[in-house]
């Protein structure tokens, strides 16, 4: 999955799948987010303006837990208090997005007109309509596209837009265009759900060397990315191997292959080495946030089509993003050619 707040402590930002709600709170005030934690009891008779932020910060910190159902009800006891509660109705919203209950979605951006600035409300109307109806996709990201470059809106405005519109870009196979959506920020600044994005285009338009250019040639201690940045990193470092491993066996016996031979080595395992390391962490802990962590892992980094399709299939048991089912359908695919080889 897919929707990371950089701000928010290590432990709270392992989801990355509810890919814009950090960005959406934004767009009307930052949420100081807890810690995920028990599910909190709230009187539905009584709280202040401090109980409802307090609230949407335990409903936000569900969330980013995978416990959609335990957020969804507190959402709803601060709706049924306010029903024209921006955020809590925008985090609803996402919430059915990520569970894959788009008319639900739909019907929560919905809720929006007449309560706030309609470039928010049609933004997410247009995302919702991205997913609803796939083959309408096309038009709906030329809507958006619109919608951003005529409607005034703040600067948490356009950075929730462009996410929008760099994921919309991606299912249309236009990963050059999701990249440029992000052109306008440095790329060790961008939140790691959009770099997680723009390293997956990098990887499709065979750039492992500038994935692996943003980062250390090994991880230092204590400056360890997101897992989910690790095992991309892993991906690309793979790749960039097998390019150099190919040049030199290519140019055998000559100075461009010796120098080759010499790239080649200069690739290390590194990001492989600590991938493999987590991963048999988060294995042996059966830690379901990181499902699709380890199913990536076993896609394109220590390939096992058998344990890629069996965490693909627990991630989007939870989370039905674009991203999970790109998973769970590279798996599949796997599967089905091993399983003919």
Request: aromatic share 6%.
């Amino acid at each position: 999955m897919d929707a990371t707040n950089p701000q928010r402590a290590d432990g709270t930002r392992r989801s990355g799948a509810l890919r814009s709600l950090a960005l959406a709170m934004l767009v009307l005030g930052s949420l100081a987010t807890a810690a995920a934690s028990a599910a909190p009891t709230v009187s539905r008779d009584s709280f202040t303006t401090d109980g409802e932020a307090n609230l949407l910060a335990e409903a936000d910190a569900l969330q980013y837990g995978h416990r959609f159902a335990d957020a969804l009800e507190l959402l709803a006891i601060l709706l049924e208090r306010d029903p024209a509660h921006v955020q809590a109705r925008l985090m609803q919203a996402r919430i059915h997005l990520a569970q894959g209950s788009l008319m639900a979605a739909q019907q929560s951006c919905q809720e929006l007109l007449g309560q706030t600035d309609m470039t928010i409300t049609a933004t997410c109307l247009l995302e919702v309509a991205g997913r609803l109806k796939p083959e309408r996709l096309p038009d709906t990201y030329q809507q958006l596209q619109r919608l951003y470059l005529q409607q005034p809106a703040t600067v948490a405005v356009r950075h929730w837009q462009q996410q929008i519109l760099a994921e919309q870009a991606f299912e249309l196979g236009q990963y050059q265009a999701a990249i440029d959506w992000f052109g306008t920020r440095n790329f060790a600044a961008q939140p790691v759900v959009n770099q997680k994005l723009i390293i997956d285009a990098w990887l499709l338009l065979q750039e492992p060397r500038q994935v692996l250019s943003h980062y250390s040639a090994c991880p230092r201690v204590g400056q360890l990315p997101e897992d989910s940045v690790i095992v991309r990193l892993a991906h690309a470092e793979r790749l960039a191997a097998a390019e150099a491993a190919d040049v030199a066996d290519s140019a055998a016996g000559s100075a461009a292959g010796s120098a080759a031979a010499d790239q080649e080595q200069q690739v290390r395992r590194c990001w492989r080495q600590l991938a493999s390391e987590r991963m048999q962490v988060r294995i042996a802990r059966d830690d379901a946030l990181h499902t699709s962590d380890i199913a990536y892992y076993f896609l394109y980094v220590d390939v096992n089509a058998t344990q890629a399709l069996h965490y693909a299939e627990l991630n989007f048991a939870v989370a039905e993003e674009p991203a999970d089912q790109r998973l769970l359908d590279a798996a599949r695919t796997l599967t089905g050619t091993r399983a003919q080889n």
